[in-house]
C-alpha cells in the first residue's frame, strides 16, 4: 500500500482532540487501571512479577496489513504510528524494551472472539463495547474517536450535511466495527454492505459498488489521503454505541495483566505521552464538519 503522511495540526486543535481521548483517565497513576479490574500501581507491574503468554517477552498482536495512521511501514516492530507507538511505550511502562517485545499477527475477527488468547495484549482498533466486554477485557482507553462518512468527490452525496441525507445511500463498513454498527443511524433504506477490512470497502467505494464507506476518522484520513483517488471526507459523528468511540487494548478475559496494561495507559496518559503520539501521528489540519442527524 502506498505510505502518505498525514499533514499536521496546529496544537490547539491536537490538544482538543486530547481532551476527549484522555477524560477518563484517573489524576494519580497509583489509582490507574480498569475499574472492573481493580487498581494496580505501576510498581507491581513490572517484568518478572508480570503472568505473560510466554515468559521473558511480552507478545503483543495486531492485524496484517498493519495501516497508517496506527502503524508505518506495515512494520509494528518499528514503534511508528500512532499504535505502534502506543504498544512500546505500554511495554516501555511495564519495564520491556524494544528487543522484549514479540509481536504476532492476529486477525481482527478473530481477536474479539471468546477463547484463549495467544498474546498478552492486542493493538488493532478495538473499541470498546458492553458486548465485547463480556467475552474479552479492555484496557483503559488510548484513544477517541468520532466516526466519519467518505464518498468519492463527484457523486451525490459528496455536499451531504445530514445522515438522513445518506437514507437511499449504498454504504459499506468492516465487519465487526463499531463503523458497522454506527450505520444504524444512518436510517437506510436497504442493509449496509459488510467487508472483511477497510481497505476492501474502500477498494468497493473506488469501484462505485457503494456510495459511501464509514470508518474511524484517522483511518477515514488516511484512506482519503493515501488509498483512494477522487474521495471527500464529507463529514464526521457520534456514534450513539455506548458514551463514545473508544479504543482500549484488548486481553483474555480476565487476564491477570489487565490491571497492568490499565495503568501503563493511565499513565500515559497522565503525563502527556498519549497526547504528544496523538498530534505526532493522528493531527490533521482539515476541519471535518459535524453532520446532524436529520
Same mark, same amino acid.
Given at each position: ?13 491536537? /490538544?482538543? +482532540? !486530547?481532551?476527549? @481521548? #484522555? ?10 487501571? &480498569? $475499574? ?18 510466554? /515468559?521473558? +517477552? !511480552?507478545?503483543? @498482536? #495486531? ?10 511501514? &506495515? $512494520? ?25 517485545? #514479540? ?192
Amino acid at each position: 500500500m502506498r505510505l502518505t503522511p498525514l499533514p499536521m495540526v496546529a496544537a490547539a486543535a491536537a /490538544a482538543a +482532540t !486530547l481532551a476527549l @481521548a #484522555t477524560a477518563c483517565a484517573p489524576a494519580d497513576e497509583s489509582d490507574s487501571s &480498569d $475499574d472492573s479490574a481493580g487498581a494496580v500501581s505501576l510498581d507491581q507491574c513490572q517484568g518478572d512479577d508480570l503472568d505473560l503468554h510466554e /515468559a521473558g +517477552t !511480552l507478545t503483543i @498482536a #495486531t492485524d496484517t496489513p498493519a495501516y497508517e495512521p496506527w502503524f508505518t511501514d &506495515d $512494520d509494528p516492530t518499528n514503534g511508528k504510528g500512532y499504535e505502534g507507538a502506543v504498544a512500546r511505550a505500554v511495554a516501555q511502562k511495564l519495564g520491556f524494551g524494544p528487543d522484549e517485545i #514479540t509481536w504476532i499477527t492476529q486477525g481482527f475477527n478473530e481477536a474479539v472472539k471468546p477463547g484463549d488468547k495467544a498474546f498478552d495484549f492486542d493493538v488493532n482498533q478495538f473499541s470498546i463495547t458492553k458486548e465485547r466486554e463480556k467475552v474479552v477485557d479492555f484496557s483503559s482507553p488510548y484513544y477517541k474517536a468520532q466516526q466519519g462518512v467518505i464518498t468519492l468527490e463527484d457523486s451525490e452525496y459528496a455536499d451531504v450535511t445530514s445522515l438522513a441525507d445518506l437514507k437511499d445511500a449504498k454504504v459499506g463498513a468492516q465487519v465487526g466495527t463499531t463503523s458497522l454498527e454506527a450505520t444504524e443511524q444512518l436510517g437506510l433504506s436497504s442493509d449496509p454492505l459488510v467487508y472483511d477490512d477497510t481497505s476492501k470497502a474502500a477498494q468497493a467505494l473506488q469501484n462505485g459498488q457503494v456510495d459511501a464507506i464509514i470508518a474511524d476518522v484517522p483511518t477515514a484520513f488516511y484512506l482519503v489521503s493515501a488509498e483512494l483517488d477522487g474521495a471527500t471526507l464529507v463529514g464526521q459523528f457520534e456514534p450513539r454505541t455506548g458514551e463514545s468511540e473508544e479504543f482500549g487494548l484488548l486481553l483474555d478475559k480476565d487476564s491477570p495483566l489487565t490491571p497492568c496494561v490499565s495503568a501503563a495507559v493511565d499513565a500515559l496518559a497522565d503525563d502527556g505521552t498519549l497526547e504528544k503520539l496523538q498530534t505526532q501521528w493522528l493531527s490533521t489540519e482539515v476541519d471535518v464538519p459535524e453532520l446532524s442527524q436529520s
